[in-house]
């Protein structure tokens, strides 16, 4: 069984965290601090998906892939 190594789970959820409070920061940001309409997140990835429908379904497998359950083997 491979050992986890708790250093780098926990330096794996601060990147996760702090990527996660970058992103909405700048959503808030292009929300509400910029004229234009169309640069926030959502809108951006809505527009792309619009021409190139396969990147919905890699975002699919990309969510499948994080939360499907995790099976412990050789037990």
Do not use: N
Not at 21 to 39: E, H, K, N, Q, S
């Amino acid at each position: 069984m491979t050992q986890i190594d708790f250093k780098t789970r926990w330096k794996t959820a601060w990147v996760i965290g702090a990527a996660t409070v970058i992103l909405v920061a700048w959503d808030v940001y292009a929300c509400f601090f910029t004229p234009g309409r169309g640069d926030t997140i959502s809108e951006v990835v809505l527009g792309l998906v619009q021409k190139r429908p396969v990147i919905a379904f890699l975002f699919g497998v990309a969510g499948g892939h994080l939360f499907w359950p995790q099976i412990e083997r050789g037990k």
